[in-house]
């Protein structure tokens, strides 16, 4: 009885630890100021159920694109 909770603790753990990183941006090196690169990246996305929520540039000056899917997102950023 007891491993059954240990084990029931270690993958609530899991789950918790796994649903904070998918809103970690995702640093890549896609050429986001390109416009085929944003085209393909939007329609790869939405082929797998993503949608984009968010297209701006930051204070630095950097596009920023943000995909949701259902309670997770994903940020790309452009180098």
Known sequence: MKNKFQG???AAVLL???DTH???PINSSLNLSNPDVRKCLIESTK???WKL???YYDENQKLVM???K???SKTYISK
């Open 66 to 68: 943000i995909f949701d």
């Open 16 to 18: 918790v630890s796994i």
């Open 8 to 10: 029931l603790f270690i």
């Open 53 to 55: 929520a968010a297209l």
């Open 47 to 49: 082929s797998e159920g």
């Open 70 to 72: 259902g309670k997770d």
């Open 22 to 24: 998918a809103d970690d």
